[in-house]
Each structure stands twice: as structure tokens, then as C-alpha cells.
T-cell receptor, first 113, second 113 residues
Framework: DGGITQSPKYLFRKEGQNVTLSCEQN?????MYWYRQDPGQGLRLIYYSQIVNDFQKGDIAEGYSVSREKKESFPLTVTSAQKNPTAFYLC????????????FGPGTRLLVL | GDSVTQMEGPVTLSEEAFLTINCTYTATGYPSLFWYVQYPGEGLQLLLKATKADDKGSNKGFEATYRKETTSFHLEKGSVQVSDSAVYFCALTLRDSSYKLIFGSGTRLLVRP
């Protein structure tokens, strides 16, 4: 089955620690995205990548970093500089052509200890 | 700037009632419009989309029509079920290089038996 997988489902971060969220897709999509969702709010774009080895900051990139070394993978690192990391993180992908639909993974919930 | 505005929830209905969730948008270009649904603890699923004026998207009994003159994309369903209880997000994608989705804040629907 084609789709997007995210792991882990729940992640706990200690103060001052960097943590990495995994996102993998086997849809052969060129573009991938990371969104953050806070309770009762819509999604906000953190980073996106349209092609391997290239990525762009979204609306709330501060305190986050990404890499895109393979087409299938787009990991997100939440650094210690992100002072309020508790949120639900969603990864998405799309064919990078025009206005194609984005498909979402099941999400990772990050909690701070 | 570009934005999406949805009616605030929660919307509480009895089973078999008629549903309308209002969505209006502001966009500098000519966007594509989407409705996504999020069940508790899960990622987003595409419900329907429309890419040009007067297009009607439909899926699982839900419908929405792209109204350029009123910049609206209201979601409707003739007879809701308990299983439709979820959070519904209206979103747009711009015709620029980012392909990013801009989301509304979401509307929670609760359907009672």
C-alpha cells in the first residue's frame, strides 16, 4: 500500500534536548511538508521541500531543522531553541506540479517532560 | 494576506440532520480549494476538492461548490451520521511556487444519535 508513515506516534522531549521526527513516503512524490497543529487551531507550515537536497522555511521555522537527502524521507528535528514544542506534528506530501493535493501522515504528538 | 475563515464550532447535530459548515477565503491569486477531515488522534484525510470556479467537489455524501463571486466553499451534507463526528478543515493552495496549504482553524462536528 502506498502512503505516508510517521514515527513515533508519541515522543517525549526533555528540556534542552533535540528530538527528530521521522516521515517516510512511498508515493513517489517530489514535495514534502511539515505542519504543526496546536489544540483548537489549524495547521501551520514549518518547512517544505520540493526536491531532494532542497528545502524552504515555512511560516514558523524557528527552532526547527530539516533535511531531504532522499526523495522518500523528510525528517524534522525539534531543537532546544524551540521553547514551546508541545504540539501535534503532521507530515504531508504531494506531486510537485501545479496545485496537486497534499496527502497526510498519521502524525506525531510531541510532549515535553 | 491569503487566509481561510471557517465558522466556529462546535457544531452539534442530531443524526440525519442537514449540515452546513461555512468557509470563505481571501487569496491574491486563483486558488484550489479543499476540505480535509480529521478524526480524533489521527492525521488529515482529503474529503473533497475543487480547482476552478463553479466546480463541485463531492465525496461520501459531502459536497462543496467553488463560488468565486462570493469567495466561498461551504461544506454540506444532506443527512449526517454519528460516524461523521470529526474536525473539518477548509484550505486553499495558491498558484505560486510554494504549493503550501493555508488552513482555516477547523470546525468540530458532533453528531448525536
Amino acid at each position: 500500500d502506498g502512503g505516508i508513515t510517521q514515527s513515533p506516534k508519541y515522543l517525549f522531549r526533555k528540556e534542552g534536548q533535540n528530538v527528530t521526527l521521522s516521515c517516510e513516503q512511498n508515493l513517489n512524490h517530489d514535495a514534502m511538508y511539515w505542519y504543526r497543529q496546536d489544540p483548537g487551531q489549524g495547521l501551520r507550515l514549518i518547512y517544505y521541500s520540493q526536491i531532494v537536497n532542497d528545502f524552504q522555511k515555512g511560516d514558523i521555522a524557528e527552532g526547527y531543522s530539516v533535511s531531504r537527502e532522499k526523495k522518500e524521507s523528510f525528517p524534522l528535528t525539534v531543537t532546544s531553541a524551540q521553547k514551546n514544542p508541545t504540539a501535534f506534528y503532521l507530515c504531508a506530501s504531494s506531486i510537485a506540479r501545479g496545485l496537486e493535493t497534499q496527502y497526510f501522515g498519521p502524525g506525531t504528538r510531541l510532549l515535553v517532560l | 494576506g491569503d487566509s481561510v475563515t471557517q465558522m466556529e464550532g462546535p457544531v452539534t447535530l442530531s443524526e440525519e440532520a442537514f449540515l452546513t459548515i461555512n468557509c470563505t477565503y481571501t487569496a491574491t491569486g486563483y486558488p484550489s480549494l479543499f476540505w480535509y477531515v480529521q478524526y480524533p488522534g489521527e492525521g488529515l484525510q482529503l474529503l473533497l476538492k475543487a480547482t476552478k470556479a463553479d466546480d463541485k467537489g463531492s465525496n461520501k455524501g459531502f459536497e462543496a461548490t467553488y463560488r468565486k463571486e462570493t469567495t466561498s466553499f461551504h461544506l454540506e451534507k444532506g443527512s449526517v451520521q454519528v460516524s461523521d463526528s470529526a474536525v473539518y478543515f477548509c484550505a486553499l493552495t495558491l498558484r505560486d511556487s510554494s504549493y503550501k496549504l493555508i488552513f482555516g482553524s477547523g470546525t468540530r462536528l458532533l453528531v448525536r444519535p
